[in-house]
C-alpha cells in the first residue's frame, strides 16, 4: 500500500493526492501534522530513498527557519536529524510517499509517473 504523509493546508499536498487520484492510483493519506513519520519509518525511508537526509527537510518550513537549521543541519549526526525529523512532522518535506520499493519526497510529476506509472 501507498502512504502519503501530507499536509492538509499544503498547496503541493493537495496537488499530489490530485494526481493520485485522477491516475487512479490507490494510497493512504496521513496528515503529517498529526500523525507525523516516527524515528523507524523515517529510518527506512531514508534508507530505502538513496537521498541524502537533508533532502527530507521542509527547508522553506517556519520551523525549520525559526530553528536556524540551515545552520545546524552541517554539524548534526544521521541520529539526531532522525530524531529531530520524528519529533514534528512539520519539519518534514512534503508530500513524503512511500511504497513497499521506493520513496519519494516532495511532488516533482516527471519523478511520480515514472516510479508510480
Known amino acids: 500500500m501507498i502512504k502519503v504523509y501530507c499536509y492538509s493546508r499544503c498547496s503541493t499536498c493537495n496537488k499530489a493526492l490530485k494526481w493520485l487520484d485522477t491516475n487512479g492510483i490507490k494510497y493512504e493519506s496521513i496528515d503529517i501534522k498529526n500523525q507525523n513519520p516516527d524515528r523507524k519509518t523515517l529510518k527506512d525511508a ?19 527557519r525559526e530553528m536556524e537549521l540551515s545552520k545546524k543541519l552541517p554539524d548534526m549526526s544521521e541520529d539526531e536529524m532522525l530524531e529531530l525529523l520524528s519529533s514534528d ?9 512511500i511504497t513497499d520499493k521506493s520513496v519519494l519526497v516532495g511532488f516533482k510529476e516527471d519523478e511520480w509517473k515514472k516510479e508510480l506509472m
Open 46 to 64: 531514508f534508507d530505502k530513498s538513496g537521498l541524502p537526509l537533508k533532502k527530507f527537510f521542509n527547508t522553506s518550513g517556519k520551523i525549520y
Open 89 to 97: 512532522g512539520m519539519i518534514v518535506k512534503r508530500p513524503l510517499l
